[in-house]
């Protein structure tokens, strides 16, 4: 056998020349995956079986409320209290981010207090907070500052549980996305706001065309999550007598004792509105992702709906 | 000749206290091509990022034909800073061409060089697309309008910044380093749509490194060191025959 003359490691050459190809070798083997595959296999099975057969569960009584009026009232009210909430922190949010941003001392200033006080202390606290507001304010009254009042109302009429619970979360999460927006707004380049800028752009019109939309790639995962949270975040109304899931589902197993059936109710019925969420924020992801790789996209759901896209641009291109 | 369509006086420029630019005066005529050379923090790029309002001046002035860039003279003499607003008007008669091309991600190749003329010269869509189309032609990559700027080598990311600059009819082009962040092998394929420019009677000032390009398309060189104008003239009389030792030391190491 021949060894190559080396200064540092001899290499043996192989003992014969046979010619090799690569292309059909087989996989690596992998002993620990497959013990792995197993004992994940187990415990799902496990789990099941759990699910299945433990009458603690309730099964039966987990069908009958899914689908009854007050669960039904509940999951509307946290949709609405979601929603409005979200609405509130999304456009509250923008402006403080745009204020934060601003070469305006004063804007900057009361855009950071804003945020500091908001985001420092607990969600729920606030919550109480508002919908106490009549013990700190008991009139709220509209007119000149230190002169005549025009319209007054007292506090307690005006902040139902309700209103305090819009107000709650959505000032709580005008704080968290203005920070989502400023971080999204400071990742763009320097030298794209710079050719905007060189092309005669007006800065409204850098914002909406060049900054935002380059924004939104690294915007819309952590508003996603923020508003999965504001979701599951509505539950805290239920401290202060907002008729929301949660508290539709205490309302009845308080009656019937049966916790763990209506707190799966509950759970059937966030997970299937966070799943949607899920799937609204792939398609929004999709759309920001324009041009953001040499390839296009990366994973196999994203590959087909592009070429389905692809073939519908080339149809329309044919016809006209 | 012709009156000049840039005129820079006494133009300073100070970065916290550093002083960058030390009163440069410089004209630039109808459809010359002036090619500004120094080593890096000669002040070069900064100088042209003053012309078009990217950096403030400390001191000096800008005249872009009748425009003062940046400033309004007021009765009684006042000089008065423009809105960001206002400055954007101005700048619409000043093209710039980056050394990172700095263009749209999120647009396609047409979209980057029709929305210019689309969103401020109020051009209708047809004759944007036109235009945009016949520029694209102009730089050799009317192939590749549908395209998103990533998917372009370097060389072919340029041109379309030169079609997106050239879309708005300025001016006056600036160049700052056009050439610099691209493979040895693009670099050519620029400088040819640069030079084709310059000889279509194009106005334009190029902060560059190619001295090739410099000698064989300028018709003005201005050589900087340490914020100020060392000395100009002819590509030949700068590169063959300057009589100042830091120009011939620069033209000595570059050209090796």
Known sequence: ?????????????????????????????????????IITVVVAVQLLHLLLTNPNFEWDVVAQYLNSETVLQGVVMTLFLTVTAMTIGLVLGGILAVCRLSDNALLRALASSYIWFFRGTPQLVQLIFWFNIGLLVPVLSIGIPFGPTFASIESNTLVTPLLAAIVGLGLHDAA??????????????????????????????????????????FIVPPTFNSIIALVKGTSLVSVIGGAELLFSVKEIYSQTYQTVPLLIVASIWYLFITTVLNGVQFFIERHYGRGSSRNGASSLVVRFLDRRAAERNLNRGMES | MTPPVLRISGLRKQFSGVEVLKGIDLEVHVGETVAILGSSGSGKSTLLRCVNCLEVPSGGSIWLGDELMGYRQESGGTVRRLTESQIAVQRRKVGMVFQN????????????????????????????????????????????????????????QQRVAIARALALEPAVLLFDE?????????????????????????TMLVV???LGFARAAADRVVFMDGGVILEQGTPTEVFDYSQEPRTREFMRKTLV
């Open chain 1, 176 to 217: 968290y996305q203005a920070e989502i927006y400023r971080a999204g707004l400071i990742s763009v380049d320097e030298g794209q706001l710079e050719a905007a800028k060189a092309l005669g752009m007006k800065p409204v019109r850098v914002f909406f065309r060049i900054q935002l939309p380059q924004a939104m790639r």
């Open chain 2, 101 to 156: 091309f700095n263009l749209f991600p999120h647009w396609t190749v047409l979209q980057n060089i029709a929305d210019g003329p689309r969103s401020i010269l109020k051009l209708s869509k047809a004759e944007a697309i036109e235009r945009s189309m016949t520029l694209l032609t102009r730089v050799g990559l009317a192939d590749r309008a549908n395209a998103y700027p990533r998917q372009l080598s370097g060389g072919q």
């Open chain 1, 1 to 37: 056998m021949a060894t190559l003359p080396s200064s540092q490691t001899d290499i043996e050459l192989p003992a014969t020349q046979q010619p090799v190809d690569v292309a059909r070798a087989r996989s690596p083997r992998r002993p620990a995956t497959w013990v792995l595959s």
């Open chain 2, 178 to 202: 056009p050439t610099s962040a691209l493979d040895p092998e693009n670099v050519g394929e620029v400088t040819d749509v640069m030079a084709a420019l310059a000889a279509s009677g194009a």
């Open chain 2, 208 to 210: 560059t490194h190619e």
